[in-house]
Nanobody
């Protein structure tokens, strides 16, 4: 399986970006997907997840600003990020979960089957 993230960049605070992650090598619709991020000097953290039924989950810090979606025909998961803040600056990673590993809206790192390479998102103040 290959996960290829793209769409990162530099944006001013209050701006928007959309990052994408293309999936290949297995049947995409059988996998839950997550977006994680890691800021300098901090641990990697979950940002949002979406299960095989298309139901999203968000951490509190991005609720109302970020939207995760998936297109099973395009084998792609997206993360639309609006009203970006400097504290959103991080490397963003996509991750693929087997369906059984996503239960009750939980997306533990221990359940990830595949990781993509990250894409840098930088928000200037």
């Amino acid at each position: 399986v290959q996960l290829q993230a793209s769409g990162g960049g530099l944006v001013q605070a209050g701006g928007s970006l959309r990052v994408s992650c293309s999936f290949s090598g297995r049947t995409f619709s059988n996998f839950g997907m997550g977006w994680f991020r890691q800021a300098p000097g901090k641990e990697r953290e979950l940002v949002a997840g979406i299960n095989i039924g298309g139901h999203p989950h968000y951490v509190d810090t991005v609720k109302g600003r970020f939207t995760i979606s998936r297109d099973n025909a395009e084998n792609t998961v997206y993360l639309q990020m609006n009203n970006l803040k400097p504290e959103d600056t991080a490397v963003y990673y996509c991750a693929a979960y087997p369906a059984w590993a996503v239960v009750g809206g939980l997306y533990p790192e221990s359940g990830v089957d595949y990781w993509g390479k990250g894409t840098q998102v930088t928000v200037s103040s």
